[in-house]
T-cell receptor, first 111, second 115 residues
Framework: GEDVEQSLFLSVREGDSSVINCTYTDSSSTYLYWYKQEPGAGLQLLTYIFSNMDMKQDQRLTVLLNKKDKHLSLRIADTQTGDSAIYFCAEKVPGTYKYIFGTGTRLKVLA | KAGVTQTPRYLIKTRGQQVTLSCSPISGHRSVSWYQQTPGQGLQFLFEYFSETQRNKGNFPGRFSGRQFSNSRSEMNVSTLELGDSALYLC??????????????FGPGTRLTVT
């Protein structure tokens, strides 16, 4: 099927780490992405990982990829109130220009 | 460099009418994709254009159509609007070259409400 799955909600305290998980559909997907959407706005590309990598770190963001389990995660270190948003994972369908997005995880950061 | 722009930002239409939404990609980007975002269905891919040609299409009825102009600007059209077409319509652009580049940037979206 074409369902990329994410948990719907995550609540963390300011300063803690957040981990958002995603299960994608196609083990041959070459690029996997994380996007952030704030209220009333479009999607902001946060980071992406190529399928030959297990991990990618970009400042406070760490992406982990487990190809065997088709599992992708995004860790946000030292989470701030400004990180409150909906986070989407996405995969690029191999050989196409089509992206499939997850259902989105709403992150709420408590002060 | 200016980002992806979409016009209008908000639109209210009546059932049965048609609507045209516009998207201007980032300068130099030749690929434009359209998505529909609703609370129930999430983000659904509509279609993608490159050099005025549709390269990929999602699973939407024929009432949804699009086109791309020589300057890479794109429009999407929805005819015979239904209440279920109420959504945020997002446009995304990328370089879109033959090497299947991987960075896609989104506009702020057009919020369409059908009454």
């Amino acid at each position: 099927g074409e369902d990329v799955e994410q948990s719907l909600f995550l609540s963390v305290r300011e300063g803690d780490s957040s981990v958002i998980n995603c299960t994608y559909t196609d083990s041959s997907s070459t690029y996997l992405y994380w996007y952030k959407q704030e209220p009333g706005a479009g999607l902001q590309l946060l980071t992406y990982i190529f399928s030959n990598m297990d991990m990618k770190q970009d400042q406070r963001l760490t992406v982990l990829l487990n190809k065997k389990d088709k599992h992708l995660s995004l860790r946000i270190a030292d989470t701030q109130t400004g990180d409150s948003a909906i986070y989407f994972c996405a995969e690029k369908v191999p050989g196409t220009y089509k992206y499939i997005f997850g259902t989105g995880t709403r992150l709420k950061v408590l002060a | 460099k200016a980002g992806v722009t979409q016009t209008p930002r908000y639109l209210i239409k009546t059932r049965g009418q048609q609507v045209t939404l516009s998207c201007s990609p980032i300068s130099g980007h030749r690929s434009v994709s359209w998505y529909q975002q609703t609370p129930g269905q999430g983000l659904q891919f509509l279609f993608e254009y490159f050099s005025e040609t549709q390269r990929n299409k999602g699973n939407f009825p024929g009432r949804f159509s699009g086109r791309q102009f020589s300057n890479s600007r794109s429009e999407m059209n929805v005819s015979t609007l239904e209440l279920g077409d109420s959504a945020l319509y997002l446009c995304a652009s990328s370089l879109g070259g033959p090497t299947l580049d991987y960075e896609q940037y989104f506009g702020p979206g057009t919020r369409l409400t059908v009454t």
